[in-house]
């Protein structure tokens, strides 16, 4: 089963310059989010989306654009890079049903020069 | 805004220790709380799910305690076993809308053989 996958897994960067994470989950999940994880701290919610063709805001979402075209994808995209995005990014995803459980994809590292 | 908390950030035990890692939350008005596991550069792994209508859920040696009137969750691990040694995420849900949960920063947990 792949659940949720999350492509690349590592990425290095320069500032200013602009990359695309790809998450993709096989589970029919109408929810689906972008976390960033930061040393010493918990999870931060990007941002989200409630279905296909819906996103928002999470806690913290600038510097970041989503789009969620199709069901199954929900990319995140970084326009002009900065060391503070300097991070591990998690997609997660939820059903309907289930009683709200995430599933986390296994994260991607990024590193912003 | 609502704040998670786990106490404590790190904890060492011996083989074979019964512990309870803590997690508390500032805002009661919460529809679930999930634990995950994380493991060094890995993803994070749903371990037990608590709807806010029940007091607890057990799987294999863990067992964790949901009291919402007080903003607790407790995560219970009997006979505790090197291969438990990974960081304890706490997480609660607190918008039917969104879905989205609220992490702590976890408890790092070694267990020496």
Request: with cysteine; net charge neutral; glycine share 12%.
């Amino acid at each position: 089963n792949a659940g949720v996958t999350q492509t690349p897994k590592f990425r290095v960067l320069k500032t200013g310059q602009s990359m695309t994470l790809l998450c993709a989950q096989d589970m029919n999940h109408e929810y689906m989010y972008w976390y960033r994880q930061d040393p010493g701290m918990g999870l931060r919610l990007i941002h989200y989306s409630v279905g296909e063709g819906t996103t928002a805001k999470g806690e913290v979402p600038d510097g970041y654009n989503v789009s969620r075209l199709k069901k199954q994808n929900f990319l995140l995209g970084l326009e002009s890079a900065a060391p503070s995005q300097t991070s591990v990014y998690f997609c997660a995803s939820a059903g309907l049903a289930g009683g709200g459980e995430l599933f986390f994809g296994e994260g991607s590292r990024l590193t912003v020069l | 805004k609502q704040e998670v908390t786990q106490i404590p950030a790190a904890l060492s035990v011996p083989e074979g220790e019964n512990l309870v890692l803590n997690c508390s939350f500032t805002d009661s008005a919460i529809y679930n709380l999930q634990w995950f596991r994380q493991d060094p550069g890995k993803g994070l792994t749903s371990l037990l799910l608590i709807q806010s209508s029940q007091r607890e859920q057990t799987s294999g040696r863990l067992n964790a305690s949901l009291d919402k009137s007080s903003g607790r969750s407790t995560l219970y691990i009997a006979a505790s076993q090197p291969g438990d040694s990974a960081t304890y995420l706490c997480a609660v849900g607190g918008d039917t809308g969104r879905r989205a949960l609220t992490f702590g920063s976890g408890t790092r947990l070694q267990v020496q053989p």
